[in-house]
Protein backbone atom coordinates (compact mmCIF):
# COMPACT_ATOMS: atom_id res chain seq x y z
CA UNK A 1 0.00 0.00 0.00
CA UNK A 2 2.11 3.05 -1.40
CA UNK A 3 2.85 6.20 0.31
CA UNK A 4 4.18 8.90 -1.48
CA UNK A 5 6.02 9.27 1.85
CA UNK A 6 7.03 6.14 2.35
CA UNK A 7 10.57 4.94 0.66
CA UNK A 8 8.94 2.65 -2.06
CA UNK A 9 10.39 0.03 -4.04
CA UNK A 10 11.20 0.35 -7.60
CA UNK A 11 7.65 0.70 -9.44
CA UNK A 12 6.70 -1.45 -11.92
CA UNK A 13 4.92 -0.67 -14.87
CA UNK A 14 1.49 -1.38 -14.86
CA UNK A 15 -0.94 -2.79 -18.08
CA UNK A 16 -4.61 -1.75 -18.02
CA UNK A 17 -5.21 -5.75 -17.12
CA UNK A 18 -1.92 -6.40 -15.37
CA UNK A 19 -3.62 -7.61 -12.38
CA UNK A 20 -5.59 -10.59 -14.49
CA UNK A 21 -2.31 -11.59 -15.87
CA UNK A 22 -0.60 -14.67 -13.92
CA UNK A 23 3.63 -14.61 -13.34
CA UNK A 24 6.60 -12.52 -12.87
CA UNK A 25 4.35 -9.32 -13.16
CA UNK A 26 2.04 -10.14 -11.27
CA UNK A 27 4.65 -11.62 -8.30
CA UNK A 28 6.46 -8.21 -8.95
CA UNK A 29 3.60 -6.16 -8.11
CA UNK A 30 2.62 -8.18 -4.95
CA UNK A 31 6.36 -7.69 -3.91
CA UNK A 32 6.20 -4.21 -4.18
CA UNK A 33 3.07 -3.87 -2.21
CA UNK A 34 4.63 -6.22 0.56
CA UNK A 35 7.71 -3.97 0.58
CA UNK A 36 5.67 -0.98 1.15
CA UNK A 37 3.29 -2.35 3.80
CA UNK A 38 6.36 -3.91 6.30
CA UNK A 39 8.13 -0.01 5.75
CA UNK A 40 5.04 2.13 6.61
CA UNK A 41 4.72 3.86 9.76
CA UNK A 42 2.26 4.03 12.57
CA UNK A 43 1.15 7.92 11.46
CA UNK A 44 1.63 7.25 8.15
CA UNK A 45 -0.87 4.68 7.70
CA UNK A 46 -3.23 6.76 9.37
CA UNK A 47 -2.91 9.47 7.49
CA UNK A 48 -3.04 7.53 4.10
CA UNK A 49 -5.85 5.39 5.17
CA UNK A 50 -7.92 7.84 8.03
CA UNK A 51 -10.89 6.73 5.63
CA UNK A 52 -10.25 2.48 5.98
CA UNK A 53 -9.74 3.33 9.99
CA UNK A 54 -13.51 5.25 9.79
CA UNK A 55 -15.01 2.69 8.32
CA UNK A 56 -13.52 0.62 10.23
CA UNK A 57 -14.60 2.01 13.35
CA UNK A 58 -17.81 2.47 12.39
CA UNK A 59 -18.20 -1.44 11.66
CA UNK A 60 -16.73 -2.18 14.50
CA UNK A 61 -19.33 0.48 16.74
CA UNK A 62 -21.80 -2.22 16.26
CA UNK A 63 -20.77 -4.28 18.47
CA UNK A 64 -21.12 -1.19 21.29
CA UNK A 65 -24.16 -2.82 20.98
CA UNK A 66 -23.32 -6.26 22.16
CA UNK A 67 -21.28 -4.51 24.72
CA UNK A 68 -24.68 -2.57 25.70
CA UNK A 69 -27.01 -5.78 25.47
CA UNK A 70 -24.79 -8.46 26.56
CA UNK A 71 -24.29 -7.21 30.34
CA UNK A 72 -27.92 -5.88 30.51
CA UNK A 73 -29.74 -8.63 31.72
CA UNK A 74 -27.56 -9.86 33.51
CA UNK A 75 -27.36 -6.46 35.37
CA UNK A 76 -31.32 -6.43 35.84
CA UNK A 77 -31.13 -9.65 37.93
CA UNK A 78 -30.08 -7.28 40.70
CA UNK A 79 -32.78 -4.74 39.29
CA UNK A 80 -35.67 -3.89 41.68
CA UNK A 81 -38.49 -3.90 39.37
CA UNK A 82 -37.27 -6.46 36.86
CA UNK A 83 -37.30 -8.58 39.51
CA UNK A 84 -40.38 -8.35 40.66
CA UNK A 85 -42.12 -8.37 36.94
CA UNK A 86 -40.18 -11.79 36.34
CA UNK A 87 -39.18 -13.42 39.81
CA UNK A 88 -40.64 -15.13 42.19
CA UNK A 89 -41.78 -14.01 46.00
CA UNK A 90 -39.04 -15.77 48.10
CA UNK A 91 -39.86 -14.10 51.30
CA UNK A 92 -39.59 -11.31 53.68
CA UNK A 93 -36.04 -11.90 53.83
CA UNK A 94 -34.82 -12.02 50.40
CA UNK A 95 -38.13 -10.43 48.50
CA UNK A 96 -38.50 -11.31 45.10
CA UNK A 97 -36.02 -13.30 43.28
CA UNK A 98 -35.11 -14.60 39.62
CA UNK A 99 -34.41 -18.26 40.11
CA UNK A 100 -30.68 -19.51 39.33
CA UNK A 101 -32.06 -21.52 36.69
CA UNK A 102 -33.80 -18.54 34.85
CA UNK A 103 -30.95 -16.22 35.91
CA UNK A 104 -28.97 -19.43 34.19
CA UNK A 105 -31.09 -20.03 31.41
CA UNK A 106 -31.34 -15.78 30.20
CA UNK A 107 -27.42 -15.59 30.21
CA UNK A 108 -26.61 -18.97 28.51
CA UNK A 109 -29.06 -19.16 26.25
CA UNK A 110 -27.73 -15.74 24.67
CA UNK A 111 -24.38 -17.95 24.00
CA UNK A 112 -25.76 -20.50 22.33
CA UNK A 113 -27.32 -17.61 19.84
CA UNK A 114 -23.93 -15.71 19.84
CA UNK A 115 -22.50 -18.99 18.37
CA UNK A 116 -25.18 -19.57 15.66
CA UNK A 117 -24.72 -15.91 14.73
CA UNK A 118 -21.12 -16.44 14.55
CA UNK A 119 -21.30 -19.57 12.25
CA UNK A 120 -23.92 -17.31 9.71
CA UNK A 121 -21.63 -14.55 10.03
CA UNK A 122 -18.50 -16.77 8.51
CA UNK A 123 -20.91 -18.35 6.00
CA UNK A 124 -23.07 -15.82 4.49
CA UNK A 125 -19.91 -12.93 4.50
CA UNK A 126 -18.18 -15.77 1.82
CA UNK A 127 -21.16 -15.32 -0.14
CA UNK A 128 -22.19 -12.10 -0.02
CA UNK A 129 -19.73 -9.89 1.70
CA UNK A 130 -20.35 -7.54 5.07
CA UNK A 131 -22.03 -5.34 4.08
CA UNK A 132 -25.32 -6.90 3.44
CA UNK A 133 -24.85 -9.50 6.07
CA UNK A 134 -24.42 -6.15 8.25
CA UNK A 135 -27.94 -4.60 6.98
CA UNK A 136 -29.58 -7.61 6.94
CA UNK A 137 -28.53 -8.13 10.67
CA UNK A 138 -29.48 -4.88 11.49
CA UNK A 139 -33.07 -5.49 10.18
CA UNK A 140 -33.37 -8.53 12.13
CA UNK A 141 -32.07 -7.20 15.24
CA UNK A 142 -34.79 -4.58 14.69
CA UNK A 143 -37.48 -6.96 14.67
CA UNK A 144 -36.38 -9.09 17.94
CA UNK A 145 -35.80 -5.95 20.13
CA UNK A 146 -39.77 -5.81 20.12
CA UNK A 147 -39.67 -9.76 22.09
CA UNK A 148 -37.87 -8.35 24.47
CA UNK A 149 -39.76 -5.11 24.69
CA UNK A 150 -43.30 -6.33 25.18
CA UNK A 151 -42.36 -9.00 26.99
CA UNK A 152 -45.19 -10.46 29.38
CA UNK A 153 -43.08 -13.27 31.27
CA UNK A 154 -39.91 -14.49 31.38
CA UNK A 155 -40.42 -17.26 28.82
CA UNK A 156 -40.93 -15.05 26.45
CA UNK A 157 -37.71 -12.83 27.87
CA UNK A 158 -35.81 -15.87 27.53
CA UNK A 159 -37.25 -16.16 23.94
CA UNK A 160 -36.23 -12.82 22.79
CA UNK A 161 -32.76 -12.90 24.23
CA UNK A 162 -31.78 -15.73 22.40
CA UNK A 163 -32.80 -13.83 18.56
CA UNK A 164 -31.13 -10.74 19.85
CA UNK A 165 -27.78 -12.58 20.48
CA UNK A 166 -27.80 -14.32 17.09
CA UNK A 167 -27.16 -10.32 15.22
CA UNK A 168 -24.81 -9.64 18.33
CA UNK A 169 -22.42 -13.09 17.54
CA UNK A 170 -22.21 -11.64 13.85
CA UNK A 171 -21.36 -8.47 14.62
CA UNK A 172 -18.84 -9.96 17.35
CA UNK A 173 -17.26 -11.43 14.76
CA UNK A 174 -17.48 -8.95 11.52
CA UNK A 175 -15.77 -6.15 13.54
CA UNK A 176 -12.09 -7.37 14.18
CA UNK A 177 -12.28 -9.32 10.61
CA UNK A 178 -13.58 -6.19 8.22
CA UNK A 179 -10.68 -4.24 9.84
CA UNK A 180 -8.17 -6.71 9.26
CA UNK A 181 -9.20 -6.40 5.61
CA UNK A 182 -9.66 -2.53 5.12
CA UNK A 183 -6.41 -1.75 6.82
CA UNK A 184 -2.57 -2.01 6.47
CA UNK A 185 -0.56 -4.12 8.36
CA UNK A 186 0.90 -1.12 10.76
CA UNK A 187 -2.99 -0.61 12.10
CA UNK A 188 -4.40 -3.73 11.90
CA UNK A 189 -3.62 -4.51 15.50
CA UNK A 190 -4.66 -1.48 17.19
CA UNK A 191 -8.34 -1.86 15.14
CA UNK A 192 -8.74 -5.18 16.11
CA UNK A 193 -8.15 -4.05 19.94
CA UNK A 194 -10.44 -1.32 19.08
CA UNK A 195 -13.62 -4.31 19.71
CA UNK A 196 -12.60 -4.08 23.59
CA UNK A 197 -13.07 -0.08 23.84
CA UNK A 198 -16.35 -0.66 21.47
CA UNK A 199 -17.16 -3.71 24.35
CA UNK A 200 -16.58 -1.00 27.14
CA UNK A 201 -18.37 1.94 25.48
CA UNK A 202 -21.85 -0.21 25.00
CA UNK A 203 -20.90 -1.34 28.81
CA UNK A 204 -20.40 2.37 30.16
CA UNK A 205 -23.50 3.47 28.02
CA UNK A 206 -26.02 0.61 29.94
CA UNK A 207 -24.49 1.33 33.45
CA UNK A 208 -25.07 5.01 33.16
CA UNK A 209 -28.67 4.24 31.81
CA UNK A 210 -29.32 1.37 34.51
CA UNK A 211 -28.10 3.78 37.21
CA UNK A 212 -30.47 6.43 36.18
CA UNK A 213 -33.57 4.57 35.88
CA UNK A 214 -32.65 1.97 38.83
CA UNK A 215 -34.91 4.01 41.75
CA UNK A 216 -37.55 3.87 39.08
CA UNK A 217 -40.39 1.44 40.29
CA UNK A 218 -42.57 0.80 36.99
CA UNK A 219 -42.46 -1.18 34.50
CA UNK A 220 -40.69 1.65 32.47
CA UNK A 221 -37.39 1.33 34.43
CA UNK A 222 -36.29 -2.19 32.51
CA UNK A 223 -38.30 -1.39 29.19
CA UNK A 224 -36.34 2.20 28.32
CA UNK A 225 -32.94 0.33 28.69
CA UNK A 226 -34.62 -2.25 26.30
CA UNK A 227 -36.12 0.43 23.51
CA UNK A 228 -32.99 2.78 23.71
CA UNK A 229 -31.51 -0.35 21.74
CA UNK A 230 -33.79 0.85 18.72
CA UNK A 231 -31.77 4.43 18.41
CA UNK A 232 -28.70 2.24 17.28
CA UNK A 233 -30.07 0.93 14.53
CA UNK A 234 -30.97 3.86 12.25
CA UNK A 235 -26.74 5.33 12.32
CA UNK A 236 -25.39 2.19 12.09
CA UNK A 237 -28.02 1.18 9.53
CA UNK A 238 -27.25 5.00 7.44
CA UNK A 239 -23.43 4.00 7.80
CA UNK A 240 -23.60 0.29 6.51
CA UNK A 241 -25.39 1.31 3.51
CA UNK A 242 -22.86 3.95 2.13
CA UNK A 243 -20.07 1.77 3.49
CA UNK A 244 -17.53 0.48 1.32
CA UNK A 245 -17.10 -3.52 0.86
CA UNK A 246 -13.73 -5.27 1.76
CA UNK A 247 -11.78 -5.45 -1.28
CA UNK A 248 -10.30 -8.89 0.08
CA UNK A 249 -14.30 -9.98 -0.60
CA UNK A 250 -13.94 -8.44 -3.73
CA UNK A 251 -10.92 -9.92 -5.18
CA UNK A 252 -11.85 -13.50 -3.88
CA UNK A 253 -15.14 -12.99 -5.88
CA UNK A 254 -12.90 -12.05 -9.11
CA UNK A 255 -14.58 -8.78 -9.15
CA UNK A 256 -11.25 -6.88 -9.20
CA UNK A 257 -12.58 -3.29 -11.11
CA UNK A 258 -14.68 -2.96 -8.15
CA UNK A 259 -11.81 -3.93 -5.65
CA UNK A 260 -9.88 -1.47 -7.01
CA UNK A 261 -12.96 1.21 -6.64
CA UNK A 262 -13.22 0.22 -2.42
CA UNK A 263 -9.22 0.36 -2.25
CA UNK A 264 -9.82 4.07 -3.62
CA UNK A 265 -12.70 5.02 -1.07
CA UNK A 266 -10.33 3.47 1.71
CA UNK A 267 -6.86 5.92 1.07
CA UNK A 268 -6.22 9.57 0.19
CA UNK A 269 -6.24 9.91 -3.58
CA UNK A 270 -3.71 13.03 -3.05
CA UNK A 271 -0.73 10.36 -1.46
CA UNK A 272 -0.54 8.63 -4.60
CA UNK A 273 -1.52 4.75 -3.72
CA UNK A 274 -0.30 2.07 -6.39
CA UNK A 275 -4.09 0.48 -5.62
CA UNK A 276 -3.08 -2.03 -8.57
CA UNK A 277 -0.34 -3.54 -6.45
CA UNK A 278 -2.32 -3.96 -3.84
CA UNK A 279 -4.72 -5.59 -6.06
CA UNK A 280 -1.64 -7.27 -6.94
CA UNK A 281 -0.80 -9.10 -3.47
CA UNK A 282 -4.46 -9.45 -2.82
CA UNK A 283 -4.75 -11.59 -6.01
CA UNK A 284 -1.56 -13.42 -5.33
CA UNK A 285 -2.45 -14.32 -1.96
CA UNK A 286 -5.71 -15.51 -3.05
CA UNK A 287 -4.22 -17.83 -5.65
CA UNK A 288 -1.96 -19.33 -3.66
CA UNK A 289 -4.39 -20.30 -1.03
CA UNK A 290 -6.62 -21.83 -4.03
CA UNK A 291 -3.60 -24.08 -4.42
CA UNK A 292 -3.37 -25.08 -0.88
CA UNK A 293 -7.28 -26.14 -0.61
CA UNK A 294 -6.77 -29.44 0.53
CA UNK A 295 -4.93 -28.20 3.73
CA UNK A 296 -7.57 -25.32 4.72
CA UNK A 297 -10.43 -27.75 6.68
CA UNK A 298 -11.00 -27.08 10.48
CA UNK A 299 -9.66 -30.84 10.66
CA UNK A 300 -6.21 -29.14 9.29
CA UNK A 301 -6.44 -26.85 12.43
CA UNK A 302 -5.40 -29.78 14.64
CA UNK A 303 -2.68 -31.43 12.53
CA UNK A 304 0.84 -30.55 12.80
CA UNK A 305 2.10 -27.61 13.89
CA UNK A 306 -1.46 -25.65 13.69
CA UNK A 307 -2.58 -27.33 16.72
CA UNK A 308 -0.01 -25.46 19.06
CA UNK A 309 -1.64 -22.62 17.14
CA UNK A 310 -5.30 -23.48 17.68
CA UNK A 311 -4.61 -24.43 21.25
CA UNK A 312 -3.06 -21.25 21.96
CA UNK A 313 -6.09 -19.29 19.77
CA UNK A 314 -8.73 -21.15 21.95
CA UNK A 315 -7.18 -20.76 25.40
CA UNK A 316 -6.58 -17.04 24.35
CA UNK A 317 -10.49 -16.26 24.11
CA UNK A 318 -11.39 -18.75 27.11
CA UNK A 319 -8.90 -16.79 29.35
CA UNK A 320 -11.53 -14.30 29.40
CA UNK A 321 -13.92 -16.66 31.27
CA UNK A 322 -11.11 -17.81 33.43
CA UNK A 323 -9.66 -15.09 34.19
CA UNK A 324 -13.23 -14.64 36.81
CA UNK A 325 -14.94 -11.95 34.36
CA UNK A 326 -18.25 -13.66 34.94
CA UNK A 327 -17.56 -12.70 38.38
CA UNK A 328 -15.93 -9.32 38.34
CA UNK A 329 -16.66 -7.63 34.92
CA UNK A 330 -20.49 -6.92 35.99
CA UNK A 331 -20.29 -7.41 39.78
CA UNK A 332 -23.72 -5.35 40.07
CA UNK A 333 -25.42 -8.67 41.12
CA UNK A 334 -22.75 -9.45 44.01
CA UNK A 335 -22.71 -5.75 45.34
CA UNK A 336 -26.65 -6.52 46.34
CA UNK A 337 -26.03 -9.48 47.35
CA UNK A 338 -22.91 -8.39 49.34
CA UNK A 339 -25.71 -5.85 51.13
CA UNK A 340 -24.77 -2.77 49.54
CA UNK A 341 -27.88 -1.16 48.36
CA UNK A 342 -29.11 -1.51 44.87
CA UNK A 343 -28.09 2.40 44.45
CA UNK A 344 -25.27 2.66 45.63
CA UNK A 345 -24.43 -0.93 43.74
CA UNK A 346 -24.96 1.06 40.28
CA UNK A 347 -22.97 3.52 41.12
CA UNK A 348 -20.15 1.67 41.55
CA UNK A 349 -21.32 -0.45 38.52
CA UNK A 350 -20.97 2.94 36.28
CA UNK A 351 -17.54 3.95 37.46
CA UNK A 352 -16.34 0.52 36.83
CA UNK A 353 -17.66 0.71 33.31
CA UNK A 354 -15.76 4.17 33.06
CA UNK A 355 -12.51 2.22 33.89
CA UNK A 356 -12.89 -0.09 31.63
CA UNK A 357 -13.36 2.51 28.53
CA UNK A 358 -9.97 4.41 30.06
CA UNK A 359 -8.05 1.22 30.74
CA UNK A 360 -8.54 -0.21 27.18
CA UNK A 361 -7.11 3.34 25.34
CA UNK A 362 -4.67 3.32 27.88
CA UNK A 363 -3.43 -0.76 26.31
CA UNK A 364 -2.91 1.26 22.86
CA UNK A 365 -0.24 3.25 23.70
CA UNK A 366 1.51 0.25 25.50
CA UNK A 367 0.98 -2.46 22.76
CA UNK A 368 3.58 -1.97 20.88
CA UNK A 369 5.96 -1.28 23.37
CA UNK A 370 5.90 -3.80 25.36
CA UNK A 371 4.75 -7.70 23.93
CA UNK A 372 1.93 -9.68 23.97
CA UNK A 373 2.95 -11.92 25.90
CA UNK A 374 4.42 -9.74 29.17
CA UNK A 375 0.98 -7.81 28.86
CA UNK A 376 -1.04 -11.28 29.01
CA UNK A 377 0.78 -12.43 31.90
CA UNK A 378 1.21 -9.00 33.93
CA UNK A 379 -2.25 -8.68 33.66
CA UNK A 380 -3.39 -12.03 34.90
CA UNK A 381 -1.05 -11.85 38.01
CA UNK A 382 -2.77 -8.78 38.95
CA UNK A 383 -6.61 -9.94 38.71
CA UNK A 384 -5.20 -13.25 40.55
CA UNK A 385 -4.06 -11.12 43.08
CA UNK A 386 -7.19 -9.23 43.47
CA UNK A 387 -9.35 -12.66 43.13
CA UNK A 388 -7.86 -14.01 46.20
CA UNK A 389 -8.14 -10.86 48.43
CA UNK A 390 -11.93 -10.77 47.74
CA UNK A 391 -11.99 -14.07 48.90
CA UNK A 392 -10.24 -13.84 51.72
CA UNK A 393 -12.10 -10.52 52.98
CA UNK A 394 -15.34 -12.92 52.36
CA UNK A 395 -14.10 -15.09 55.36
CA UNK A 396 -13.52 -12.14 57.77
CA UNK A 397 -15.65 -12.60 60.73
CA UNK A 398 -18.64 -10.16 60.88
CA UNK A 399 -18.00 -9.69 56.97
CA UNK A 400 -21.83 -9.81 56.29
CA UNK A 401 -22.88 -6.35 58.53
CA UNK A 402 -19.02 -4.95 58.01
CA UNK A 403 -19.43 -2.23 55.36
CA UNK A 404 -16.30 -1.18 55.15
CA UNK A 405 -14.75 -4.54 54.45
CA UNK A 406 -17.81 -4.37 51.53
CA UNK A 407 -16.68 -1.77 49.92
CA UNK A 408 -13.31 -2.95 50.33
CA UNK A 409 -14.66 -5.80 48.36
CA UNK A 410 -16.08 -3.56 45.74
CA UNK A 411 -13.10 -1.39 45.52
CA UNK A 412 -10.75 -4.67 44.22
CA UNK A 413 -13.37 -5.42 41.64
CA UNK A 414 -12.53 -2.06 40.42
CA UNK A 415 -8.98 -3.06 40.50
CA UNK A 416 -9.66 -6.17 38.58
CA UNK A 417 -11.44 -4.34 35.84
CA UNK A 418 -8.72 -1.73 35.69
CA UNK A 419 -6.45 -3.99 35.42
CA UNK A 420 -8.17 -6.39 32.89
CA UNK A 421 -8.79 -3.47 30.80
CA UNK A 422 -5.26 -2.40 30.37
CA UNK A 423 -4.29 -5.99 29.50
CA UNK A 424 -5.86 -9.25 28.83
CA UNK A 425 -9.23 -7.75 27.77
CA UNK A 426 -8.01 -5.78 24.08
CA UNK A 427 -4.37 -7.80 23.71
CA UNK A 428 -6.51 -10.96 23.46
CA UNK A 429 -7.75 -9.94 20.18
CA UNK A 430 -4.76 -9.26 19.00
CA UNK A 431 -2.98 -12.33 19.46
CA UNK A 432 -5.76 -14.12 18.24
CA UNK A 433 -5.55 -12.20 15.09
CA UNK A 434 -1.93 -13.16 14.63
CA UNK A 435 -1.43 -16.40 15.80
CA UNK A 436 -3.40 -18.57 13.24
CA UNK A 437 -1.60 -20.08 9.98
CA UNK A 438 -2.53 -17.53 7.05
CA UNK A 439 -4.80 -20.22 5.46
CA UNK A 440 -6.21 -21.20 8.47
CA UNK A 441 -6.64 -18.23 9.95
CA UNK A 442 -9.94 -17.37 9.61
CA UNK A 443 -11.15 -20.70 11.16
CA UNK A 444 -8.96 -20.51 14.05
CA UNK A 445 -10.17 -17.15 14.95
CA UNK A 446 -13.75 -19.41 14.66
CA UNK A 447 -12.20 -22.36 17.05
CA UNK A 448 -11.13 -19.80 19.41
CA UNK A 449 -14.42 -17.65 19.64
CA UNK A 450 -16.49 -20.72 19.93
CA UNK A 451 -14.54 -22.07 22.56
CA UNK A 452 -15.00 -18.57 24.03
CA UNK A 453 -18.71 -18.99 23.83
CA UNK A 454 -18.51 -22.61 25.22
CA UNK A 455 -16.76 -21.36 28.25
CA UNK A 456 -19.48 -18.63 28.60
CA UNK A 457 -22.09 -20.92 28.75
CA UNK A 458 -20.85 -23.27 31.52
CA UNK A 459 -19.63 -19.79 33.50
CA UNK A 460 -23.16 -18.44 32.88
CA UNK A 461 -24.58 -21.99 34.70
CA UNK A 462 -22.18 -21.96 37.66
CA UNK A 463 -22.33 -18.03 38.98
CA UNK A 464 -26.21 -17.58 39.49
CA UNK A 465 -25.67 -20.49 41.62
CA UNK A 466 -22.77 -19.50 43.88
CA UNK A 467 -24.22 -16.00 43.91
CA UNK A 468 -27.66 -16.52 44.53
CA UNK A 469 -29.02 -16.69 48.02
CA UNK A 470 -31.23 -19.29 47.45
CA UNK A 471 -29.25 -21.77 46.02
CA UNK A 472 -25.44 -21.83 47.03
CA UNK A 473 -25.05 -18.42 48.54
CA UNK A 474 -21.43 -18.31 48.48
CA UNK A 475 -21.18 -14.51 47.96
CA UNK A 476 -17.47 -13.51 48.24
CA UNK A 477 -16.50 -16.67 48.81
CA UNK A 478 -17.17 -17.45 44.51
CA UNK A 479 -13.47 -15.25 43.97
CA UNK A 480 -11.63 -18.33 45.41
CA UNK A 481 -13.46 -20.11 42.31
CA UNK A 482 -12.24 -18.03 39.90
CA UNK A 483 -9.05 -16.81 41.03
CA UNK A 484 -8.16 -21.52 41.06
CA UNK A 485 -8.92 -21.08 37.26
CA UNK A 486 -7.23 -17.57 36.58
CA UNK A 487 -4.07 -19.23 38.42
CA UNK A 488 -4.06 -21.73 36.19
CA UNK A 489 -4.54 -19.66 33.19
CA UNK A 490 -1.21 -18.20 34.22
CA UNK A 491 0.58 -20.96 34.21
CA UNK A 492 -0.81 -21.69 31.13
CA UNK A 493 -0.28 -18.78 29.43
CA UNK A 494 3.81 -18.97 31.17
CA UNK A 495 4.64 -22.39 29.65
CA UNK A 496 2.55 -21.89 26.62
CA UNK A 497 1.78 -18.30 25.01
CA UNK A 498 4.49 -17.16 22.78
CA UNK A 499 5.00 -13.40 21.91
CA UNK A 500 4.33 -12.15 18.36
CA UNK A 501 4.61 -8.76 18.44
CA UNK A 502 7.36 -7.12 15.49
CA UNK A 503 6.63 -10.90 14.05
CA UNK A 504 6.38 -11.22 10.75
CA UNK A 505 3.36 -14.44 9.11
CA UNK A 506 6.23 -15.61 7.79
CA UNK A 507 8.12 -15.82 10.41
CA UNK A 508 5.84 -16.91 12.65
CA UNK A 509 5.36 -19.60 10.32
CA UNK A 510 8.90 -20.64 10.58
CA UNK A 511 9.13 -20.17 14.67
CA UNK A 512 6.41 -22.54 15.13
CA UNK A 513 7.92 -25.30 11.96
CA UNK A 514 10.98 -24.94 14.23
CA UNK A 515 8.74 -26.02 17.52
CA UNK A 516 11.05 -22.85 19.51
CA UNK A 517 10.10 -22.99 23.13
CA UNK A 518 7.14 -19.97 23.42
CA UNK A 519 9.05 -18.19 26.33
CA UNK A 520 12.00 -18.35 23.71
CA UNK A 521 9.86 -16.61 20.74
CA UNK A 522 10.47 -12.97 21.92
CA UNK A 523 14.41 -13.61 21.14
CA UNK A 524 14.83 -16.28 19.10
CA UNK A 525 17.08 -15.51 16.32
CA UNK A 526 15.92 -16.27 12.94
CA UNK A 527 19.23 -15.25 10.63
CA UNK A 528 20.47 -18.91 10.88
CA UNK A 529 19.00 -21.19 8.35
CA UNK A 530 18.56 -24.63 8.72
CA UNK A 531 16.95 -25.91 5.99
Known sequence: MPDSTIEKAPQVQHTEHSINMPGKMLD???????????????????????????WSVIVSASIIMEGYDTTLIGSFFAYPAFKKKYGTYSGEKYGYQLSAPWQTGLQDIQAVGNIIGALANGYFTHKYGHRIVMLVSLVLMTAFIFVTFFAPNVETLLVGAFLCSIPWGTFATMGPAYA?????????????????????IGQLLSAAILKALVNNKTQWSYRIPFALQWIWVVPLFTAAWFCPESPWHLVRANRLEEAEHSLKRLSQESDNVDHKATIALMLHTTRLEEQEELGTSYFDCFKGTNLRRT???CFAFLSQITNGGAFAYSPTYFFEQAGIDADVS???GLGGTGIAFCGTVISWFIMNRVGRRPIFLTGFCAMVFCLFLIGILACVPGVDTSKAIKYVQASLCLVWLGSYSMTVGPIVYTIVAEIGATRLRTKTVVLGRSTYYVGNIIGG????????????????????????????????????????????FEELDVMFIRGIPARKFAKADLETDDD
Not at 181 to 188: A, Y
Not at 461 to 470: D, E, I, R, S
Open 28 to 54: DEAKQATATEHNMKLWQGIKTYRKAVF
Open 180 to 200: MEVCPLVLRGYLAAFVNLCWA
Open 311 to 313: EIA
Open 346 to 348: YSI
Open 461 to 504: VLQPYMMNPTKWNFKGKTAFFWASLATITTVWAWFRLPETRDRT
